[in-house]
């Protein structure tokens, strides 16, 4: 079975448009002022109808507000709400009911226990990214370029959905893989050319790398 892949961080219908034909199962849109890749509502609600209809949208945010979180699911059309804050259970769950999405809660990782922090979660949400946590001084918990020990999941039977993300990059994906043992990747800062600047070709050499891993 191939690796589904989410390619985070699109800001241009161009890119999302050649990750879904390269085979990636979700766009990821951040809705998240200190990222380089933070979109508005308006530039949201423009790329819309330019956006391929194949693949899952999934909107990021950081401590966001509900009503803040609604709209932008209207905006986008989004299938997919991932929380990548310091959020609770119970606010997952209440989402999920309130705006009728998935939801993918990200957990920062640097030790075996912090895979544990997951549990509290998993009965509330859809999928568990695990995402290195942040370096000291860095202002976003996620797309900073930074991996976790990725055998830190290996033989580990977690009863729910899952995605690796951290660190990712096409040169490293096939490792990542075998040592995680994951079955879905998460990847921003590694297909661009600089914070916020996608590449097509890092996009594309992405997609077939975890696709040919098996």
């Avoid at 995680?180 to 070709?201: C, F, L, W």
């Amino acid at each position: 079975m191939s690796v589904s892949v989410k390619i985070c961080g699109i800001t241009k219908p161009e890119h999302a448009n050649l990750a879904a034909y390269y085979g990636a199962r979700w766009l990821g849109f951040v809705f998240f002022d200190k990222s380089p890749r933070n979109l508005t509502l308006q530039d949201a609600a423009a790329m819309r109808r330019q956006l391929p209809s194949s693949t899952e949208r999934v909107g990021l945010f950081v401590n966001a507000s509900h009503d803040f979180i609604e709209d932008a699911c209207d905006a986008l059309d989004l299938d997919w709400v991932q929380l990548h804050g310091d959020e609770y259970p119970n606010e997952a769950l209440i989402l999920k009911n309130r705006l009728g999405v998935s939801i993918i809660k990200a957990i920062g990782v640097s030790t075996a226990e912090d895979i544990d922090q997951a549990d509290m979660f998993a009965p509330h949400v859809d999928a568990i990214l695990f995402d290195a946590k942040p370096p000291k001084g860095s202002d976003r918990p996620g797309g900073n370029a930074h991996s976790f020990p990725w055998n830190l999941l290996s033989g580990r039977d977690l009863p729910y959905p899952w995605l690796l993300a951290g660190g990712l990059t096409p040169e490293n994906v096939r490792q990542a893989v075998q040592e995680s043992g994951a079955h879905a990747v998460d990847v921003s800062s590694g297909v661009e050319d600089g914070p916020g600047r996608k590449s097509g070709d890092k996009i594309e050499a992405f997609l077939r790398a975890a696709k040919a891993v098996r």
